[in-house]
């Protein structure tokens, strides 16, 4: 399963740590792992193998978006900072929309990404 992890930048230390405490789960063999590019970074930093796209405000949310509509991302988790204002708010937003449109789970914060975690792991 491709999960693609997003966080701004308010978030990023929020997501690192949340994939640290999800670790187990992440690192199993059939779990990929996307990132926009700054994220994917620091998640590398901590580890992880990830797959990194560009940045977000470079093309990174539309290139997640082009793989959530191609079948290829079953599952984003976006740590949006809702305090901050984005200049890529156009493609935050066509990422939800294409989530919803082909009804991919996308959690926007640290419970419901761990609420989608946890149902994977009752899956395994």
Same mark, same amino acid.
Request: glycine share 8%; net charge neutral.
């Given at each position: 399963?491709? =999960? /693609?992890?997003?966080?701004?930048? %308010? &978030? ?5 740590? #949340? ?28 580890g992880f193998k990830?797959?990194?796209m560009l940045s ?7 290139? =997640? /978006?082009?793989?959530?509509?191609? %079948? &290829? ?5 976006? #740590? ?45």
């Amino acid at each position: 399963m491709e =999960i /693609a992890v997003i966080a701004h930048d %308010g &978030k990023k230390v929020d997501m690192v740590q #949340f994939l640290n405490k999800n670790i187990d789960l992440l690192r199993q063999e059939n779990i990929k792992i996307i990132a926009t590019g700054t994220t994917g970074g620091k998640a590398e930093n901590a580890g992880f193998k990830v797959k990194k796209m560009l940045s977000g405000p470079m093309g990174g949310d539309a290139q =997640i /978006a082009a793989r959530v509509a191609e %079948g &290829k991302t079953k599952m984003v988790l976006f #740590f949006k900072d809702p305090l901050a204002s984005h200049a890529h708010e156009v493609d935050i937003n066509m990422l939800l929309r294409v989530c919803d449109v082909h009804n991919v789970p996308i959690a926007t914060n640290e419970a419901s990404a761990q609420l989608f975690l946890n149902a994977i792991a009752l899956q395994s």
